[in-house]
């Protein structure tokens, strides 16, 4: 088979698509090598191909090469990939990141999209009214033009029925995966510079962008409602946005500069090894499509509390202690419980890293490919 990528996210996202794409395009061509593959990439890349793939002849990297596709990258994404994809004969061309060509119709190649989320829909106040409209219509054209839908998780398939009235029969649910160094005890060579000899001794950890729909605030005041009567600190390892400001606020009004660590710039390939030194992993987002970083977690042996509801008992397994994200009470008695408890948090270390082995690479991109097949042959 011929199968193109759609690699924007691959090359030039650190983190969660940039993630999602890197792991499944390196998983699928590790255990397919017999196939082609084409990376389409319109934009200039932050990442290079042997940062995360090993250079063969039967990887392609694919950019545009017209004056109008080098000048405008979003439009070449948009329209100018499919006279590639046909001028290459595709087989299938997989957009991992909530859209594929919006003139698709015209690629003669089976289309197939990764919808990981619809939070710009459940939660409009989280995005600006001109991204809420170029989603929506990006995603419900895509939906509609795709011969199939890849839906992180359970729950992001019934809001996909629920928002966009997408045919059920149409979805199929694959999980994501993370990094396959996180499910082993590799060794890590480091120097006094690194950023996790900053680490304290005891704490637990929180990963993920830090901006107001991943409610990191609600840890901060958890950890102070804490600190009262055991001291515990909190990293946070994540991208920065205004909201920031607001969480460094409180911080600050209550003292709690020992207590709050903020580490910027991490290697990603020393995240295990961050992951692993937790006490535990917390995760109070109000929503997420799947939550790679608590798949992080289960496969580094950590235990995870995160929220209630939606799609987080599908990504953090029974072993997990779910809680109300805007509940501070709540949310440090849970903090209390893995700490305190050493029986407590060795079962949930176990039953979370039993749980994480359904996620691993291998697994998910046999079950990518096995789709792939299947569209193809529709």
């Known amino acids: 088979m011929k199968i193109g990528f759609d690699a924007k996210r691959a090359f030039n996202n650190k983190s969660g698509l940039g993630n999602y794409s890197r792991n499944l395009i390196s998983g699928i061509i590790k255990n397919n090598p017999l196939e082609d593959y ?61 859209e594929i060509p919006l003139n698709s119709h015209l690629m003669k190649a089976k289309k197939l999209i990764t919808v990981h989320d619809l939070i710009f829909m459940r939660y409009p106040e989280f995005y600006n009214a001109a991204d809420r409209k170029m989603y929506t219509v990006k995603t419900k054209k895509s939906c509609a033009l795709a011969d199939g839908i890849v839906a992180v998780s359970e729950q992001t398939k019934n809001d996909l029925i629920e928002f966009l009235d997408v045919p059920k029969e149409k979805i199929h649910v ?64 994540g991208k920065e946005t205004s909201y920031l400001k607001e969480v460094s606020a409180y911080v600050e009004r209550f003292g709690l500069e020992r207590r709050v660590v903020f580490m910027k710039s991490v290697n990603n390939a020393l995240m295990p090894l961050i992951y692993r030194k937790a006490k535990a992993f917390v995760y109070p987002s109000i929503y997420e499509g799947f939550g790679i970083p608590i798949l992080e977690a289960l496969a580094s042996k950590v235990p995870v509390i995160t929220t209630r509801g939606g799609c987080f008992p599908e990504a953090a397994g029974p072993g997990s202690v779910f809680v109300d994200p805007d ?52």
């Not at 017209?66 to 994809?85: C, D, L, Q, V």
Request: net charge negative; aromatic share 12%; charged share 25%.
């Open 174 to 237: 694959i999980y994501q995966t993370c990094d396959e160094n996180f499910f082993y005890d590799n060794e890590y060579t480091t120097n006094d510079n690194s950023p996790e000899k900053l680490l304290p001794d005891n704490y637990i950890l929180y990963v993920g962008t830090v901006e107001q729909r991943k409610n990191l605030l609600a840890l901060v005041r958890a950890i102070h409602e804490l600190d009262k009567t055991m001291q515990v600190t909190l990293v946070v390892v």
């Open 327 to 378: 509940n501070a009470e709540e949310l440090a008695d849970a903090i209390r419980l893995v700490l305190n408890d050493e029986a407590k948090r060795k079962e949930m270390i176990a039953t979370g890293y039993a749980y994480a082995q359904q996620f691993k690479p291998a697994v998910c991109a046999e079950n990518m490919f096995n789709l792939y097949k299947k569209i193809c042959a529709q």
């Open 38 to 98: 084409f990376l389409f990439n319109s934009d200039t890349s932050r990442y290079k191909l042997h940062d995360f793939l090993e250079k063969k002849s039967n990887i392609h990297l694919v950019e545009p090469q017209s004056f109008w596709g080098k000048e405008f990258p979003g439009w070449w994404r948009s329209y100018g990939i499919t006279k590639n994809a046909n001028q290459l004969n595709l087989d299938l061309y997989h957009g991992l990141s909530n």
